[in-house]
């Protein structure tokens, strides 16, 4: 799987965007991106994923560049609730005999204030 | 829809002996991997069972293992324990196909005295 580089922490406001880059400038084309996010001393939570195109659910979107080299996670409305580490992860699909392989980087502590 | 569980939360433990870990999956999946967490090595990637079958595994000692049931509950053991394998241990369950997202269970903490 592709290493993934993040900036250990950011600060957002209460209500602003919060915006998290990911780098993975060596990601294969087979290879999604995926994001989770934990808040502290839970078990991390699946946010969203996307392999090309840009991805929207009720939690937040992916923007991927069209290299695909980097790719942006968006939280639209933060709130104090989404204080966490969040975490950037490429893998490659699970294929037959294949498996569900997480290589967690160290991630990125967004800190969401008042 | 039930999340997934792990028991026991917390365990106490001293070196030299073994503990057994268990965690029940999402009702319908079929994979269930394990995680160890702690400060110095952050989350890394134990093993994983598909319908009973580990068919990933990391790098980690002979110490750890694992068993998967027909039922998809998983156990993980981990015998002969060491100051070092203090963690919050995590497991998570997904339906295993292509592109499923993993769902993680609250973890157990394991603290060895």
């Known amino acids: 799987d592709a290493k993934t580089t993040q900036p250990p922490s950011m600060d957002c406001a209460e209500g602003r965007a919060a915006n998290l880059p990911c780098n993975h400038s060596?990601?294969?084309?087979?290879?999604?991106v995926y994001w989770y996010r934990q808040i502290h001393s839970q078990g991390p939570q699946y946010i969203i994923h996307?392999?090309?195109n840009n991805e929207t659910n009720e939690m937040a979107s992916l923007i991927i560049t069209e290299d695909r080299k980097s790719s942006t996670l968006i939280l639209p409305h933060a709130t104090l609730r989404d204080t966490a580490v969040y975490y950037c992860?490429?893998?490659?699909?699970?294929?037959?005999?294949?498996?569900?392989?997480?290589?967690f980087g160290t991630g990125t502590q967004l800190k969401v204030e008042l | 829809k039930a999340g997934v569980t792990q028991t026991p939360r917390y365990l106490i433990k001293t070196r030299g002996q073994q503990v057994t870990l268990s965690c029940s999956p999402i009702?319908?999946?079929?994979?269930v991997s394990w995680y160890q967490q702690t400060p110095g090595q952050g989350l890394q990637f134990l093993f994983e069972?598909?319908?009973?079958?580990?068919?990933n595994k990391g790098n980690f000692p002979g110490r750890f293992s694992g068993r998967q049931f027909s039922n998809s509950r998983s156990e993980m053991n981990v015998s002969t324990l060491e100051l070092g394998d203090s963690a919050l241990y995590l497991c998570?369950?997904?339906?295993?196909?292509?592109?499923?997202?993993?769902?993680f269970g609250p973890g157990t903490r394991l603290t060895v005295l």
């Open positions: 998570a369950s997904s339906l295993g196909s292509r592109e499923s997202e993993q769902f």
């Open positions: 060596t990601i294969s084309g087979n290879e999604y």
């Open positions: 996307g392999l090309k």
């Open positions: 992860i490429v893998r490659a699909p699970p294929v037959a005999g294949g498996g569900n392989k997480l290589t």
């Open positions: 009702s319908g999946h079929r994979s």
């Open positions: 069972y598909f319908s009973e079958t580990q068919r």
